[in-house]
């Protein structure tokens, strides 16, 4: 059976040959290149190895699509799980799991069946113990660990009584303020427009430290654990990339970012009074120019070894990858799409005679345009008004190697239609969908 790898799949594994490379030129040691991958030293030998062997093919995960061979039968589950509701419902799971051991001839190590018992809803996990606080060691290397955070203060005194929002990048390894703006609020767009700054000057980062704000996870309840498996739009972003995010349950846990957001407040609100600054848009353009500079230069922190965590994006489409995506919306008759207030038309397409009753995926990018997707096909690029733009050859998008984006073919395409079938491009995928290109046999 033929193995089909995901754009996220590719996207790990030229991550992983990166790191390597990395490695391999003695920029940085292996135990680091372990460290970043969040593998053992063993692992990443086993990687380089295949690497050697196969390529890029040898990172990717063979298992995919694959049942695990140490999967627990489903009817042990089953019996253990009827055993303990039923009969043992008022034993503890120690003297349950040697009940089964002895009775039952079940030999499923305790550490498991607990962990079964309470993921079931059956026991309920302990509290544990609170012990006193340890400084956390700065990461070695710089990009290996960022933080992001927001800071509501009256960051113009010039303003009194309105509010702004800082959202501050910084490296944890160096203390390097990477990116800080102000903003009306910490909304999901701006957290999002942030990071891509940073990613575009610097590379991905490993990981990324933030609080548990909604924008960065979903919680069941206000202060409650964060739910990993139901993604954000801005962790969905993060997991596109390949960065591990990392909550905070505490204002101590994050403190190097919490003091960070105190000296800027200490400072950089005085300093925005005496340059007669009354506006955000100003205040940006002073942050990025002198104040950040500044800061970085009066507070420098060595990183403990040398190196760089940062790994390039390669030829991901950034633009795509940053937006909140709208699925699953349903086109009306008329072939319009609602989203935000707009309603946006699709145009005739060589795919289909009408897109009515069908599902499409809407893209919204961070300068406020849109774009339609239709089974991993761009159906139409619009502004911020929902007017469809690119509708000739001359303003049509494309993306790196010459692939078209944006799908209103000219008459002259229309024309190859007839000679050419689509195909997908396989090593070539931009966030959830493949980009397609024509090919005449």
Partial sequence: ????????????????????????????????????????????????KS?????????????????????????????????????YFDFNVKHFHEKLVEDYGIEYSYTWVKDLLQRGGYVSRGKGRGGHRKRRERRPLFGQMLHLDGSDHEWLSLCPGQRQMLLLVIDDATGKNLAGRLEEAETTKDCMSIMKQVVEEYGIPAQLYTDRDSVYWHTKKAGGKVDPENLTQFGRVMDELGVEMIPAYSPQARGRSERWNGTWQGRLVAELRREGIDNIEDANQYINEVFLPDMNSRFPVEAAESGSAFVSSGDADLDFIFSVIHRG????????????????????????ASFAKCKVDVYEHLDDSYSVIWKRRILGRYNTEGKLIGTDSKSTHRLSRGLTLCGIPNEQEKRKQKLCSTKPINNFQTGHFTCYENRTF
């Fill in 329 to 352: 919306r349903t086109v009306y008759l008329d072939n319009t799409i609602r989203v935000n207030g707009l309603s946006l038309q699709i145009e005739k397409s060589p795919y289909r």
């Fill in 51 to 87: 690497y050697q062997e196969y390529g890029i093919d040898g990172l990717l995960d063979c298992r995919t699509l694959r049942p695990s061979r140490r999967k627990i039968p489903y009817n042990d589950v089953e019996k253990i799980l009827k055993l303990f509701h039923k009969e």
């Fill in 1 to 48: 059976m033929e193995l089909i790898y995901s754009a996220s799949a590719w996207r790990r594994a030229m991550r992983v040959q990166e790191v390597i490379l990395k490695a391999v030129a003695g920029e940085i040691k292996w135990v680091q290149a372990a460290d970043i991958l969040g593998v053992s030293p063993r692992t990443i030998r086993r990687m380089y």
